[in-house]
């Protein structure tokens, strides 16, 4: 019959086009980088990937604390914080040693485990990189205005929790080169030349990592700073302006 026909023909191209599917995954899988596949472990020494951003967002607890240890990444465990609907558990502070060699200003901030785990990279693959491409010089210091702090968002007395009530969100202000030179968000990001297009890059670079990247494109609030954080939402909600 006419129908069982079509029905056989429409089952064997199936057939065909699962088989052809499977051997061109086979082919390709063991050739993806592991950092570009969702299933793999999460690699603070790997370059960013397109599944390191998704991995970062489920890090937590000891198992990120694992992978600060074998990046060699220098930290000290903080104690748990409580204090309301405020603290952390998976708390970290950069301490001296390790593979990381730029310092926090004023001084080390804590952080939530796996913000601090997207700072590492984001140092490394991002950060530096443009300060190489842009200056010729290395990032010695960056400049911040805090981590922690029991607030809501835009210090409002009522409404949704900020990301540094938890840790999980670093403000950055600035940046200084191994040439002495400073960089200042304020000041730089909207005044034409080299300073303005190295904070476009790490922007641009830290929304490959983070939940969320906020900088003066955002709003007044944001002039003076960029807003780095780790929130736990799903990857399909990350923000980036």
Known sequence: MPFLRILRRLATRVLVAIVLLTLILVYLIPRVPPQDLPWTPLDLNAPIGLATAGKLATTDGLGCKALLDKADIAYRALPDTR???????????????????????????????????????????????????????HVVAIEHFGSYACRRIYGRTTGDWSEHARARALDVAGFRLSDGRRIAVARDWARPGRASLFLHDVRDGGCRLFATVLSPDYNAAHHDHLHLDEARRGIAWRVCR
Do not use: S
């Not at 301490?95 to 990381?100: K, L, M």
């Not at 310092?103 to 785990?117: E, K, S």
């Not at 997207?118 to 190489?132: N, Q, T, Y």
């Open 83 to 137: 204090r309301g609907q405020c603290g952390f558990d998976d708390g970290v502070l950069w301490t001296a040693g390790g593979r990381r060699l730029i310092r926090y200003q004023p001084a080390p901030p804590p952080l939530a485990c796996p913000l601090a785990a997207g700072l590492v990279l984001w140092e490394r693959e991002v950060v530096e990189l443009a300060a190489e491409r842009r200056f010729g010089a």
